[in-house]
């Protein structure tokens, strides 16, 4: 699977992103996607995941401002982010798991795009 990563930029804080990752090439018919960040000097951080059955997971430390979805059709898992603050700054990946379960682990995704830079300033 091939993941492809766009939506990110630069804004002030209090503005808005909505990251798309396209997969492209065979998935299985249930597996699932996540998004992760990571900051520069630092881990990669889970953000949030989604699998095939609909059902989703989002860190406690974004819940009340991001928001995962997916469109089956487009094969396309997106990321809305609101109200963003300085210490969202990351880089921003997605990684794609054959296991359909709402993970947070990194080292179960077997795919991940390239990234795309989401940078919000004072």
């Known amino acids: 699977v091939q993941l492809a990563e766009s939506g990110g930029g630069s804004v002030a804080a209090g503005g808005s992103l909505t990251l798309s990752c396209v997969a492209s090439?065979?998935?299985?018919?249930?597996?699932?996607m996540a998004w992760f960040r990571q900051a520069p000097g630092k881990e990669r951080e889970w953000v949030s995941s989604w699998v095939t059955d609909g059902r989703t997971q989002v860190a406690d430390s974004v819940k009340a401002r991001f928001t995962i979805s997916h469109d089956n059709a487009k094969k396309t898992l997106y990321l809305q982010m609101n109200s963003l603050k300085p210490e969202d700054t990351a880089m921003y990946y997605c990684g794609y798991t054959a296991f359909p379960s709402l993970l947070m682990d990194a080292r179960y995704f077997e795919s991940w795009g390239q990234g795309t830079q989401v940078t919000v300033s004072l």
């Open positions: 090439g065979y998935t299985y018919n249930n597996y699932g």
